[in-house]
């Protein structure tokens, strides 16, 4: 059974950044699409990036040119950094990896933008 582990979530201000970190229990490589989503109170979840197996990455809007999905150099650690966080960026974040049509889901962690 495939296992994903978030962490870095926090409180941080507005304007400040953290950075999440997924660890999974196999290699990215194995995996068809890496991402993040993100679930805020009463709103769905959402799909923050996606990375597909050819490298290329995709970003929701409110991401673009904020955050950033990287997989660094271990081979089973994925990272979003978030610069400039947002008020609205508050939400837990989920990774989530995709293989044959099955999803595997961390855990999530928290992401509080406060003042």
């Known amino acids: 059974q495939v296992q994903l582990v978030e962490s870095g979530g926090g409180l941080v201000q507005p304007g400040g950044s953290l950075t999440l970190s997924c660890v999974a229990s196999?290699?990215?490589?194995?995996?068809?699409?890496i991402g993040w989503f993100r679930q805020a109170p009463g709103k769905q979840r959402e799909l923050v990036a996606a990375?597909?197996?050819?490298?290329?990455?995709d970003y929701a809007d409110f991401a673009k040119g904020r955050f950033t999905l990287s997989t660094g150099d271990a081979e089973n650690t994925m990272y979003l950094q978030m610069n400039n966080l947002k008020p609205e960026d508050s939400a837990i974040y989920y990774c989530?990896?995709?293989?044959?049509?099955?999803?595997?889901w961390g855990q999530g962690t928290q992401v509080t933008v406060s003042s």
């Open positions: 989530r990896f995709l293989r044959n049509f099955i999803n595997y």
């Open positions: 196999e290699k990215i490589s194995s995996f068809d699409t």
């Open positions: 990375r597909v197996d050819t490298g290329s990455t």
